[in-house]
């Protein structure tokens, strides 16, 4: 065993215990954050399709993005293709707080990251993204 799994996970505790600051600047939650980056990640995408992505329920999306379309942050529109679905936008002052709150994160990267190999970093995300992949395409 390498424990890779329990490494991956203290560096997602760890990531969102520099993120949470952040976001709460913002005025945001970690989940309505989570929501917003799914959101601007799609473009447009269904409230049911943000639920999967996330592994929500779609009655917690929905009640999630009334909440933040009510604080102007989302935009809900009907699909153009089907009518009965909820399309999902971020909204362009949204917009500029992710990018606030990405540059911010992307500081704190490059200074954990500062005096690291960088062919050795290069070599943990190859490895990285291939565990990725492989854990994507199986069924486990």
Do not use: Y
């Amino acid at each position: 065993m390498t424990g890779l799994f329990r490494r991956a996970a203290g560096l997602a505790d760890l990531q969102n215990a520099l993120l949470d600051p952040l976001v709460k600047r913002e005025g945001l939650t970690h989940a309505s954050f989570q929501l917003l980056a799914t959101v601007r990640a799609g473009g447009r995408i269904s409230q049911a399709e943000a639920a999967r992505i996330l592994g929500l329920s779609a009655a917690t999306v929905s009640e999630a993005a009334a909440d933040l379309a009510a604080k102007g942050c989302l935009a809900r529109e009907r699909s153009d293709e089907d009518r009965r679905l909820q399309v999902l936008r971020v909204t362009p002052a949204t917009d500029e707080v992710l990018d606030r709150i990405a540059r911010d994160l992307k500081k704190i990267e490059e200074r954990v990251l500062e005096g690291l190999d960088p062919a050795a970093l290069r070599q943990a995300c190859e490895t990285l993204d291939r565990v990725i992949e492989r854990m994507a395409e199986r069924e486990l």
